[in-house]
T-cell receptor, first 113, second 110 residues
């Protein structure tokens, strides 16, 4: 069974630009969550989608947004990039919503210059 | 406020030297506690889920236990390949969010 696939793996962007990250969950999984990981803050929850609906959202500014498609694939968008947005962005998929095991992808390393 | 604290931040062991990692939590309505292993540059790898106090789970050299306030990850006779960062996370029933601790970085020397 294929795992969670995130693309691209690495990305370099300039301040002020926007970026879109993609996540394909494990086949059959309907829930996708996104996290930001930095050395200082650790893993922080961004949002969770289940059946194309956002179920939960973390404490991030509105520049961070996401969506989920009918095939459960998800995208995350960050607009007007800031230097502080440099991080490893991780996607996790779960069979169902809420409190089930989450399986993570390898992440997208975003560097904002 | 929901909070997860892991200790120690870093741990160095000799191969074969058993030890435990701690995860203390404060959460409104615990709906599950999760342990993950993360290698540098990779996403976290799921290890265990614990749901209620007194529950224990084992996998190879790892054993996770849960009380009402904390969880322990016991590592028995570790090997160098066990070197990684171990993350603990709790699912909050009130907020519906998964809250991670800062992790314990384990180094096992041969």
């Amino acid at each position: 069974k294929a795992g969670v696939t995130q693309t691209p793996r690495y990305l370099i962007k300039t301040r002020g630009q926007q970026v879109t990250l993609s996540c394909s969950p494990i086949s059959g999984h309907r829930s996708v969550s996104w996290y930001q990981q930095t050395p200082g803050q650790g893993l922080q929850f961004l949002f969770e989608y289940f059946s194309e609906t956002q179920r939960n959202k973390g404490n991030f500014p509105g520049r961070f947004s996401g969506r989920q498609f009918s095939n459960s694939r998800s995208e995350m968008n960050v607009s007007t990039l800031e230097l502080g947005d440099s991080a490893l962005y991780l996607c996790a998929s779960s069979p169902g919503a809420g409190f089930t095991e989450a399986f993570f992808g390898q992440g997208t390393r975003l560097t904002v210059v | 406020e929901d909070q997860v604290t892991q200790s120690p931040e870093a741990l160095r062991l000799q191969e074969g030297e058993s030890s435990s990692l701690n995860c203390s939590y404060t959460v409104s309505g615990l709906r599950g506690l999760f342990w993950y292993r993360q290698d540098p540059g990779k996403g976290p790898e799921f290890l265990f889920t614990l749901y209620s106090a007194g529950e224990e789970k084992e996998k190879e050299r790892l054993k996770a236990t849960l009380t009402k306030k904390e969880s322990f990850l016991h590592i028995t006779a570790p090997k160098p390949e066990d070197s990684a960062t171990y993350l603990c996370a709790v699912a909050s029933g009130n907020t519906g969010k998964l809250i991670f601790g800062q992790g314990t970085t384990l180094q096992v020397k041969p």
